[in-house]
């Protein structure tokens, strides 16, 4: 194969004592990208390994990722028409969207891989696959409106601050893609307050159909408005306003299975925080007192990014607990805290990305505490034997 031999002849000169040796690792990171690591154990004594590495495993995740991404691409085209009046086909409604999401993900990739490559090479250290990923999630939860030039921020934000300064992907306390999120968030709000969002279309005010809002299903729930919501057909496929990649529930169920199917993520975390956001959502029923707390509750996993969080965010295996009770505890009380912040907190419309950070901080302390509880248990039935 004329790649492979191209690839062995300039090896020499990037390994280590070669010409170009300080760029080790760069060259291997593109080498690897492109064929199998030729990397084995020893020859001697037994293995067992994994049919499943991390190159494979952040190429699943994508893999899951491509329902929500495609979707969000057409909703954005869909939603600018809607705002305008005009009536053109899917592929011009899908096309207009891929030109509006496509330069967010090239700047996500651009700026997150040359921080990622500048980092190993100054450490010395092989590139880490972890920003493949990041690198695309970062895109779909935010507007599509967003300037490039503030995703740039977010985006070093993340990788330096995130992961880097932790020691790199495996490394970091909180999950990289929702630090960006909360980065433009409380930087520059205006642009992602989870209130209002982008409509192409609304940068010329008279091309906007009369009467129409690019007001989210958050902005009418947090306002009482609950008649204002859309139907839940609408809701459950996602076409209304929102982030790019957070508002088809169906093409996030769709990436769901593949992650629970191929084993990479855990359902444990996706189901109990379900089960947390509806037990706030009940409790918030029978109580009542205003129509957004009398609001059925498992509206609340249809809006905002509760279900792409749950999804994708909450199950991330770096920051996420790793006992398997823990896992319950942590995905419950994420449901929990983010439907508390939703009903009760009006500044932050949207509960997901704080409930998740917050989480991920006590996911060791959730795990500690499995932990010990086990020991104590055993050393009871020790003592009792």
């Known amino acids: 194969m004329i790649l492979k031999k191209i690839f062995e002849k300039l090896k020499p000169t990037f390994s280590k004592g070669g010409k170009l040796g300080m760029f080790?690792?760069?060259?291997?990171?593109?080498?690897?990208?492109?064929?199998?690591?030729?990397?084995?154990?020893?020859?001697?004594?037994?293995?067992?390994?994994?049919?499943?590495?991390?190159?494979?495993?952040?190429?699943?995740?994508?893999?899951a990722l491509m329902p929500a991404m495609l979707f969000g691409m057409w909703n954005a085209g869909y939603q600018h028409f809607l705002s305008t009046g005009e009536a053109v086909s899917f592929i011009d409604t899908f096309f207009y969207g891929f030109l509006k999401v496509l330069p967010l993900i090239v700047v996500s990739y651009v700026v997150g891989l040359a921080i990622e490559f500048a980092s190993a090479q100054i450490r010395g250290h092989e590139v880490n696959e972890g920003y493949l990923v990041t690198g695309m999630l970062i895109p779909l939860i935010m507007p599509v409106d967003v300037p490039l030039w503030i995703l740039t921020l977010?985006?070093?934000?993340?990788?330096?601050?995130?992961?880097?300064?932790?020691?790199?992907?495996?490394?970091?306390?909180?999950?990289?893609?929702?630090?960006a999120r909360?980065?433009?968030?409380?930087?520059?709000?205006?642009?992602?307050?989870?209130?209002?969002?982008?409509?192409?279309?609304?940068?010329?005010?008279?091309?906007?159909?009369?009467?129409?809002?690019?007001?989210?299903?958050?902005?009418?729930?947090?306002?009482?408005?609950?008649?204002?919501?859309?139907?839940?057909?609408?809701?459950?496929?996602?076409?209304?306003?929102?982030?790019?990649?957070?508002?088809?529930?169906?093409?996030?169920?769709?990436?769901?299975?593949?992650?629970?199917?191929?084993?990479?993520?855990?359902?444990?975390?996706?189901?109990?925080?379900?089960?947390g956001a509806l037990f706030v959502g009940f409790l918030a029923n029978t109580f009542g007192g205003t129509p957004y707390l009398e609001m059925p509750a498992w509206q609340h996993l249809l809006m905002g990014g509760f279900a792409?969080?749950?999804?994708?965010?909450?199950?991330?295996?770096?920051t996420s607990s790793q006992t398997e009770a823990g896992k319950w505890i942590y995905g419950f009380l994420i449901g929990v805290v983010a439907i508390v912040i939703r009903l009760f907190n009006p500044g932050f419309p949207e509960g997901m990305m704080m409930a998740i950070l917050l989480m991920n901080t006590f996911a060791p302390l959730i795990d500690h505490c499995v932990v010990q509880s086990n020991v104590k248990k055993r050393l009871k039935r020790k003592s009792v034997i």
């Open 24 to 63: 080790s690792s760069t060259f291997e990171a593109f080498e690897s990208f492109v064929f199998v690591p030729d990397t084995v154990a020893k020859r001697k004594g037994s293995h067992v390994h994994d049919c499943i590495d991390s190159k494979r495993t952040m190429s699943v995740v994508i893999i």
């Open 154 to 179: 977010a985006v070093i934000f993340a990788v330096v601050i995130g992961k880097e300064i932790f020691g790199g992907t495996g490394m970091n306390i909180w999950n990289p893609a929702l630090l």
């Open 182 to 275: 909360a980065f433009v968030f409380f930087a520059y709000p205006s642009k992602i307050s989870g209130d209002k969002i982008w409509i192409a279309g609304l940068e010329n005010a008279q091309s906007v159909a009369d009467g129409f809002s690019g007001a989210t299903p958050l902005s009418y729930a947090a306002a009482n408005e609950i008649d204002k919501l859309p139907d839940t057909v609408n809701m459950f496929l996602g076409i209304m306003p929102g982030s790019i990649g957070e508002t088809s529930t169906v093409a996030i169920l769709l990436g769901a299975a593949v992650l629970i199917f191929t084993g990479i993520a855990s359902w444990k975390i996706m189901v109990s925080t379900a089960v």
């Open 308 to 318: 792409f969080g749950a999804v994708f965010m909450a199950t991330d295996p770096v």
